[in-house]
């Protein structure tokens, strides 16, 4: 009742002044009438949502981003072909690898790195089960923090959360798209031609560890940029949870 009188003191102040509304209210200080009543009815936006709402939204738009990112990387190509996730040789071996090719040397360095490119499309979808997992379990401690941050702030906030684990789940399966691929033949038949001295420890478990780092960085990379399109075009707000919390 008292909202009611309010927004009615409300209309009426428009109208005929604050001398209206003050002889109406009831005793009801004019400010904090007026305050009350944009607060209830001028809310839009992360202002009018519960963190449960806002916690859910960013978990969505975390998953939504994962599946399309994971679904561009795992296509052919999806890695090897787009300068900005091509993973490198690490180390030594991309450092002889840029020497050798101006001389028309790197065959077996370059049929190497595009193996190794092969086995992160292939083990992608392994990371996109992973990374939604970790989404729907991860706890968001600053919702609204995070809501109202950067283009990219859920994302940096799974990998801060989840990075070290992500890395030792997904290991296991992009190893084995490694073999699968031939790449850690490869790389035997490289070290083998171009000196042992290459790669003074084990040299597929160093490949993996560092091409490993690389296939998450550009799946964060491209989670990354699908959170901040979420969050600038209403297009890719695709379902109503979406829309209310980015808006649109």
């Keep these: 009742m008292l909202r009611r009188r309010a927004r009615l003191c409300f209309l009426?102040?428009?109208?005929?002044?604050l001398a209206a509304c003050e002889t109406s209210g009831g005793g009801q200080d004019v400010g904090r009438i007026l305050g009350d009543i944009a607060g209830s009815t001028g809310q839009t936006g992360a202002g009018a949502l519960s963190q449960a709402e806002i916690t859910a939204g960013l978990k969505e738009a975390l998953t939504v981003g994962a599946q399309r990112a994971t679904s561009r990387l795992?296509?052919?190509?999806?890695?090897?072909?787009?300068?900005?996730?091509?993973i490198p040789l690490p180390g030594v071996l991309g450092e002889a690898q840029a020497r050798l090719q101006p001389l028309g040397l790197s065959a077996p360095l370059d049929d190497l790195q595009l193996k190794v490119n092969r086995a992160a499309e292939?083990?992608?979808?392994?990371?996109?089960?992973?990374?939604?997992q970790a989404v729907?379990?991860?706890?968001?401690s600053d919702a609204l923090g995070i809501l109202n941050g950067g283009d990219t702030a859920a994302t940096d906030y799974l990998r801060s959360r989840t990075e070290t684990q992500l890395r030792t789940a997904f290991k296991p399966y992009f190893q084995d798209a490694l073999a699968q691929s031939g790449a850690l033949t490869a790389l035997d038949a490289a070290?083998?031609?171009?000196?042992?001295?290459l790669v003074t420890t084990d040299s597929r478990g160093w490949l993996t560890e560092n091409a490993t780092g690389a296939a998450?960085?550009?799946l964060f990379y491209y989670v990354a940029r699908e959170e901040a399109a979420i969050r600038r075009d209403p297009v890719k707000r695709t379902?109503?949870?979406?829309r209310r919390v980015f808006g649109g």
């Design 191 to 197: 070290v083998a031609r171009y000196g042992a001295g």
């Design 136 to 140: 729907t379990s991860m706890s968001v």
């Design 122 to 132: 292939k083990a992608v979808p392994t990371a996109r089960q992973l990374a939604v």
């Design 216 to 218: 998450l960085d550009g």
């Design 12 to 17: 009426t102040t428009l109208s005929l002044g």
């Design 239 to 242: 379902s109503e949870l979406l």
């Design 74 to 86: 795992s296509a052919q190509d999806g890695y090897f072909a787009d300068p900005q996730v091509k």
